[in-house]
């Protein structure tokens, strides 16, 4: 059982930036693909970004392309999402995932952890 907990959500103003963390129990971190996706009230849970095993590979959901980016560091079993111009349609909770395949993927049913969320609230 992999146990996924996410960090670093909360209030900022439109135009903000804000970083996430996402830390894993277990000692085989490094061979999960992880990705982040998030859910806004009323509306299913949308694909965010995604990083294979290593780290080499790395894909977007088109509403964030250019504004945020993912990263991993396997020595500490976190993955993080950087997110920069922020604005009020980026407010929802954010998730972490893992799949034990190792790789990239934007499909909800490829993750087998997932982690509680974070709120991320941008004010206008």
């Known amino acids: 059982q992999v146990q996924l907990v996410e960090s670093g959500g909360g209030l900022v103003q439109a135009g903000g930036s804000l970083s996430l963390s996402c830390r894993a129990s277990?000692?085989?971190?490094?061979?999960?693909?992880m990705a982040w996706f998030r859910q806004a009230p009323g509306k299913d849970r949308e694909f965010v970004a995604t990083?294979?095993?290593?780290?080499?590979?790395?894909d977007y959901g088109e509403a964030v392309q250019g504004r945020f980016t993912i990263s991993r560091d396997n020595a500490r079993n976190t993955v993080y999402l950087q997110m920069n111009s922020l604005g009020p349609e980026d407010t929802a909770v954010y998730y972490c995932?893992?799949?034990?395949?190792?790789?990239?993927?934007?499909?909800?049913?490829?993750?087998?952890?997932w982690g509680r969320g974070t709120q991320v609230t941008v004010s206008s």
């Open positions: 277990g000692r085989t971190f490094s061979t999960y693909g």
């Open positions: 990083i294979n095993w290593n780290g080499e590979h790395t």
């Open positions: 995932a893992s799949n034990r395949a190792g790789y990239r993927s934007s499909l909800i049913s490829a993750y087998d952890y």
